[in-house]
């Protein structure tokens, strides 16, 4: 027997004008579906196989792991911040990860926000949140568990805010842009860890409206048209990011025995 998961239930129930934001929520905190957006926009996991990327979020790398139920949905961590007196902030998807090659004992190496905005028709440039959001990601892992203490900032953990905005302009359609910090020598030519800079990504995704169904060259950008923003049937959805992104929709149950 089979039973569906969270993600087949998720896109059969959905309907785009009651609880959208529910619905956006339980797609992107599925390990399956961030694998994959981790696999395009986190570069520390590019050279990592997409199904092993599960295995490094939220836990110990089990790179034989097989996804279940429970296993298939990320726990997250508190979405609510109030590092900031008077500026409390709700992120939608927050959840730390593994770097790949990591010390053993280093559970967590990165600390990743994931979005989704309805539109870009926004009083405020997105872009800007998305780097206000970086900014407060790193400021509240001062003495907080699993950040760092005191004056440690070696410890300081890399943060991503990834943002989805599914509707805008016909020119945004397609874009996928990435910031960060880098280094440039002035004066004398002198080269620092990379690390020691490197502390925050953003990433900024405008999937197109339409895209063929026979062109499997846009991975991604494809596959959240297809949760999002595809005119098509919740069947033909399941059996789509299935067939070509290899998204698990069912798991096996025991019969129950007489």
Known sequence: MEANLEVADAIETNDLNKAYDEYCKKILSNKQI???????????????????IPSYIEHEPQLDVSLDEEADKIQGRNVED?????????YDILFDAK??????NER???????EAQNSSNTPYPIL????????????K???MQGGFQNSEF???????????????????????????????????EFHF???????LSVVMIYPKREYDNKDDKNGMMKMLNLLFKAKMSAQDKKYQLSRYYGIMMTRAIDKPTI
């Open 108 to 114: 967590i190496g990165l600390f990743i926000n994931v």
């Open 82 to 90: 109030q590092s900031v007196h008077g500026a409390v902030i709700k």
């Open 141 to 143: 892992q001062k003495n």
């Open 128 to 139: 800007s949140r998305a780097v206000y959001y970086c900014s407060r990601l790193l400021a």
């Open 154 to 188: 070696q410890n300081l953990k890399k943060v991503y805010s990834i943002w989805i905005v599914m509707n805008a302009s016909k020119a945004m359609e397609g874009v996928l842009n990435k910031y960060t910090i880098t280094e440039e020598c002035l004066e004398t």
């Open 193 to 199: 860890p990379k690390e020691d800079y490197d502390k």
């Open 34 to 52: 961030l694998a994959r957006i981790m696999k395009e926009c986190v570069a520390e996991y590019r050279d990592i196989p997409v199904e092993e």
């Open 99 to 104: 770097l790949p090659n990591s010390k053993e």
